[in-house]
Nanobody, 118 residues
């Protein structure tokens, strides 16, 4: 098991920004690909971004492309999701996940709530 520690959720107005962080506890980030997912009430879980920790290659869902940026800080052993220009429809519980590839996730964080509301 690899515990993933998430933080950074909260309440923000439309157009605002938040930064989520995800850190694997007790294990090096270099071993994993990290993905961010979100789950909104009444909707299916959506994969929104992922990054290969070793080479930094990253990918985005169309729903967040141009607004969200995923990055990694190897010194801090953490992955970040910078979310700008937030929309009401971005409201969801956001989860980070870790796995051996960008397509296989074995470990999940506890989730952090992001609420976008005026």
């Amino acid at each position: 098991q690899v515990p993933l520690v998430e933080s950074g959720g909260g309440l923000v107005q439309p157009g605002g920004s938040l930064r989520l962080s995800c850190a694997p506890s007790g294990s090096s980030l270099l071993y994993y690909a990290i993905g961010w997912f979100r789950h909104a009430p009444g909707k299916e879980r959506e994969g929104i971004s992922c990054i290969h920790s070793r080479d930094g290659s990253s990918y985005y869902a169309d729903s967040v492309k141009g607004r969200f940026t995923i990055s990694r800080d190897l010194a801090k052993n953490a992955v970040y999701l910078q979310m700008n220009s937030l929309k009401i429809e971005d409201t969801a519980v956001y989860y980070c996940a870790a796995g051996p590839t960008l397509y296989e996730y074995r470990y999940w964080g506890q989730g952090t709530q992001v609420a976008v509301s005026s």
